[in-house]
């Protein structure tokens, strides 16, 4: 990579650059990296932590990164998108850093993208932080929501500030909002909607399913319409079918099918057959109030 002083060696060059800097322009595009067809740039001027004369990361069309606001992309970053005369790809105050490798996507507001990053067909927008070897695929990470480690979001959105990491998944048009945490090697999918305090971790899937309030899901597989609600703690269960649960205790190693449990903790079948499978053996759910 050129350095500054040999850059201005070349008279075409810096007369385009001092140009550029009459101009009020922001960055300059660097000859073409022949080996990977993209373009460093390099600040023609001051503004937030960069310097005139720095030189960023790589952009495949001046476009992909706005000349307005304190928008930069920084290290060997990679951002490509489509030649437009009307939208950026990088803009406002949004930072992308390390080696992270964007797409056809658009990162604005205060949002933060380092490391590894590898974005696809996705906006990642207002204080959103995106880092490590996460992936995003036409996903959405907004407000103050964080995804990170090695977690992946496909097709799915996050809000407020939702967190996902660890080696999570969130996919299939779900969402996570509030201060909804997703770690572990969980997989939420299925276009489940997930909000307030929820936890869900270990090795927990949750697939067609609401998960609300405090709600905390571990190592469980939840599923097929069911709704959980309240203080509701799920321990170990390999089943949680058909099920719509608003009770403060936990259900621990047990298999629950077409049951509703309410805030007084009674239980009631759904539909006829409905049934809790515990370490203990089969018991029939008709009315029943387990802390009878």
């Known amino acids: 990579m050129q350095t500054y002083s040999e850059l201005m060696n070349d008279k075409k060059f810096r007369q385009k650059f001092n140009r550029y800097v009459r101009q009020g322009k922001k960055f300059i595009l660097l000859p073409s990296d022949e080996k990977i067809g993209y373009s460093r740039i390099m600040a023609c001027k001051d503004f937030g932590d960069v310097k005139k004369g720095d030189i960023g990361g790589f952009v495949l069309y001046i476009n992909n990164l706005s000349q307005e606001g304190d928008c930069w992309i920084y290290d060997d970053a990679i951002v490509v998108g489509k030649k437009s005369r009307w939208r950026t790809n990088v803009s406002d105050d949004a930072k992308v850093r390390g080696n992270a490798q964007v797409s056809n996507s658009y990162i604005f507001g205060h949002a933060d993208v380092s490391g590894n990053v590898h974005i696809s067909e996705s906006y990642v927008c207002g ?24 977690a992946d979001v496909n097709k799915a959105k996050l809000y407020d500030n939702a967190v996902i990491h660890d080696n ?59 709704k959980v609600y309240g203080k509701t703690r799920i321990v170990n269960c390999p089943l949680v079918s058909h099920c719509i649960i608003h009770a403060d205790r936990e259900f621990k190693d047990e298999r629950l099918e077409k049951l509703e449990f309410s805030e007084d903790g009674s239980a009631k079948a759904i539909k006829d057959g409905s049934f809790v499978l515990n370490p203990w053996g ?9 802390r009878g």
Do not use: M
């Not at 949750?206 to 599923?223: C, F, K, L, R, T």
């Not at 089969?282 to 387990?290: A, G, H, L, R």
């Open 127 to 150: 204080h959103a932080i995106v880092k490590d070897n996460a992936k995003l695929f036409d996903a959405g990470v907004h407000d103050n929501s964080r995804v990170y480690e090695n």
């Open 168 to 226: 999570a998944k969130l996919s299939d048009y779900s969402d996570a909002k509030g201060d909804t945490e997703i770690s572990g090697t969980s997989d939420v999918c299925g276009h489940s909607h997930i909000g307030g305090s929820v936890k869900i971790h270990g090795k927990s899937r949750v697939s067609e399913a609401d998960v609300y309030d405090e709600a905390d899901i571990e190592d469980s597989y939840v599923y097929q319409h069911s």
């Open 282 to 290: 089969w018991e029939k759910y008709v009315n029943f109030n387990p």
